[in-house]
């Protein structure tokens, strides 16, 4: 699996496609025209990741893209400091999704998350798990159990949310923070807890 990030921490995969550090110029760019070049700079570091028009890619992003692995944001998006992002499968975010500072994605099989969503700073969103159903063998070493993350448009996610494997949420939900979403959650609902549960619906307007 590549390893790329831009901040060229010296480790055992530098010599396997771990880009040059952000140049720190870049980090005192203001404006329209700071996130203009922080994209020109995220594209040229991830190549096999697609990042749509005006997204706006912080410091400190970390993108493993294993072969055949896809990582598409739409247009828009915010990409915060610290965004950690492991596939090996396809990652879909739609347009002006905002990520939070240290984010963690990963998508073995897929991840699904729509337009307009706000995820807050150190949620986790993963769609899988390790095994562990076995004593004599260590968990590490049991593989993992996978199953595919939808998240629709318009979602809130709170601050530390964790989402795990095969979890819906529907359009217009609102999930508090530290809740651990470990089933499927409907549209327009809000849900707090460990795990997860709905407390309540939204109205329409």
């Given at each position: 699996m590549d390893v790329l990030t831009d901040r060229?921490?010296?480790?055992?995969?530098?010599?396997?496609?771990?880009?040059?550090?952000?140049?720190?110029?870049?980090?005192?760019?203001?404006?329209?025209?700071?996130?203009?070049?922080?994209?020109f700079?995220?594209?040229?570091?991830?190549?096999?990741?697609?990042?749509?028009?005006a997204c706006d890619v912080r410091s400190g992003l970390r993108l493993r893209l294993g072969p055949g692995?896809?990582?598409?944001?739409?247009?828009?998006?915010?990409?915060?400091?610290?965004?950690?992002?492991?596939c090996t499968g396809r990652l879909e975010v739609g347009a002006r999704t905002?990520?939070?500072h240290h984010c963690t994605l990963a998508a073995c099989e897929s991840v699904d998350i729509g337009e307009d969503c706000l995820i807050a700073e150190m949620?986790?969103?993963?769609?899988?798990?390790?095994c562990f159903?076995?004593?004599?063998?260590?968990?590490?070493?049991?593989?993992?159990a996978v199953a595919p993350v939808r998240i629709g448009r318009n979602v809130w996610l709170g601050t530390?949310?964790?989402?795990?494997?095969?979890?819906?949420?529907?359009?217009?939900?609102?999930?508090?923070?530290?809740?651990?979403?470990?089933r499927d959650i409907p549209a327009n609902a809000v849900?707090?807890?460990?795990p997860a549960r709905v407390v309540r619906m939204r109205e329409e307007a």
């Open positions: 060229g921490r010296p480790g055992a995969n530098q010599n396997r496609g771990v880009v040059t550090p952000e140049p720190p110029v870049l980090m005192r760019i203001g404006g329209g025209l700071g996130r203009r070049v922080r994209l700079w995220a594209r040229l570091r991830f190549p096999r990741a697609r990042f749509g028009a692995a896809s990582a598409d944001f739409g247009p828009r998006c915010v990409l915060d400091n610290d965004l950690t992002i492991e905002i990520f939070g949620v986790s969103i993963r769609d899988h798990d390790h159903d076995r004593l004599d063998v260590p968990t590490r070493d049991q593989g993992a530390k949310v964790t989402v795990t494997k095969g979890v819906c949420i529907g359009d217009n939900a609102v999930v508090g923070a530290n809740a651990v979403v470990t849900a707090v807890g460990i």
